[in-house]
Every structure is written in structure tokens, then in C-alpha cells.
DNA sequence: GCAACCTTGTAAGGCTCCCTTACAACACGG
DNA sequence: CCGTGTTGTAAGGGAGCCTTACAAGGTTGC
């Protein structure tokens, strides 16, 4: 019943550990992103990729969910706007708000990212096993819907937690 | 055998994942640590506490295990001189080095933050289960002594890869 | 219909953490 | 000892994020 780690001096951290993968995993990724013709997206607009869909969101509701300032959010939209990935369009029901959505360009980025993170995953399955992979995966979205639901609304209404 | 992610649209790439795990687990280690007697260590002092123990490890030895510059590091051990957790001793054996040690409360803030690195690792056990936990466990620390080995040397000798 | 208050986004400046460039002190092989 | 490599330090910069402050537009109560 009682979960006992390893030898407490010769053990690294779970923090760390989950830290060491996501990093390796992340810089797969983005190896294979610069090779690309989106080579200019750094990681920190990750926040407008990962949330922006359609019709757009406001940046406030971009903020929240990115566990963000606005002020950060909005240079990370200026930069984006700029390089031509993202558009301001006025909100039709507020006139102080303007809807943060994706220009052609942002869509065929926002896709052909989505592609590589399914690559790479596929990748690491075959390295380390696909069940093991589906069970890391099934494991952290619900950690992900229990522990950070703003960060991971798609799955709010997925995962019951314990049931 | 082919590995298939869920719905491409409404899905967490794995690194996003990982990292939201790593940053819930780690957040409820830093709020025990702030509520201690070391609540003046950062997240960033993390490089020294990993890495050094006995008598004491070289500037350029823990820079290069934490992959930062020695400038970097150097740093973050003068701000930890600074507050008593470590002190640099000449190096008997190179008239140029010094060898980064804990003071005695440096020690004591390590096994304090291993005791509570434990703990939160129990707590998640029990959250999510115990054999769960631990097979993340044990694919992190594979995943770690492939993909990034120069971060966990504990595991260099540990981990065959795969047999 | 307007005063008080809330929300939306912006502006300006600062902080932390990390990097690059440059260098001085020492080690060591020829 | 003389070049070459290594150890640590100094100085300055940049990315990414925050806090404080505000202007423009909405909302609510009377």
C-alpha cells in the first residue's frame, strides 16, 4: 500500500524526471519545426496556437488559459500578427474587444504542427512501447483534467477523475 | 502495432502534457518548501542542490551536467554563498579551481527537499495509484538515461536501454 | 439618462534567468 | 619557458514574463 521510491540519495526527483522527458520530447519537435518553413515560431507562441481556433478568442480568454498576463499574451499576438500567423478582427458584440484569430498561413502552421506532435509521439512509441506510451498518456490527461483544467479544457468534460 | 493518438483537433501534444504534470507536481513541492525555514531557495538554486553532495563538485562539472554556461552557475552559487546553503573551497589538487560544497545548512535544505520530493511523490501514488506512479516512474528514468543522460548521471549505469 | 463601477486591451518600465564576448590566472606538454 | 587548453570571473544583452497605470467601452442601479 505504501509507496516507497527507490534509494532517496541515488533517485532523481518525478518533477525532474517528467521535466528531463517533456524537454526531450519538446526538442524533437522543434528540430523538426526549424527544419520547416515555420522556422520563425519560437516556443512562446505556443500559448496562441494551442487555444486559437476558428471564429478566434479574445485575448483575455487567452490569457486565462495560458496562465498568462494579458500584456504578455498581447506582444506574443503583436509578434505573431506580425510575422503574419495571426489576426486582430474587431468583436462584433464588444467594440473594446477584438477577436485574436489565425491567418491562412497560422492555420497551415497550427496544422502542420499538430502533424510533427503526432510524429514524434508515434516515434517515442516505437522506442519505448505503444501500450506503455498509451498508459503515459491516459495517466497524464487526467492528471492534466485534475490538477491544471484551465490549461486543458478539452478535457474537462472527458475524464471523471475516479469513478 | 501502429501507435494512433486520439482526435488530432482535441488532443494535448505529450509534451504539453508532460510539462503540465511536471509544473502541478513541482508546484506542490515549492509550496511545502515556502512554508519551511529555505523558502528563500528558487527553482534555479535547484542545479547546485541536484548535483553537488560530499566534498563537492567544480564550477565547470555542474555546468555542464545542468547544461548551462559556467557563468550561469557561477551565479547561482555566489546567491547561495550569499545566503549560507553552499561555500567554495580551493581545490587542492588545481591551484585555479574551487570545489562547490553545502554548508551544514546546505545539507540540511537537501535532505529537506528530498523528504519533501518523497512526499509528494507518495501523495500521487495515492491520488493515482500506486503501480500507476510507478511505472512512470520507471519509463521516465529509461526515457532520461537515453535521451538525456548527461541530466541523470545517477542512472547512467542503472538503465541497459533496451536489453 | 447618468454616475459608479467593471471589463477590455495597451503603455511603460522592471525583474529573472539565462546567454555571448572577453579576459586573467593557472596547468601542462613540448 | 612558451604556446595551448582549462578554470573561473566580468560586463553587457536579450527573451520572456510581471507590475503599475491608464484610456475606451460596457453595465448596473437609481
Known sequence: MTYVPKDPANWIPLPGLLEIASEALFAEFREELERSEYSDIRPTHGCVFR???GEGLRLTEIAERAKLTKQSVGEIVDDLVQRGYA????DPDDRRAKLICLTERGEA????GRKLFAKVERRWAQRYGAERIAALRELLEEIAATDAPFAAPELAHAEPAAA
Chains 1, 2 share one sequence.
Open 51 to 53: 487555444f486559437v481556433q
Open 87 to 90: 489576426k486582430r478582427i474587431p
Open 109 to 112: 502552421a497550427q496544422a502542420h
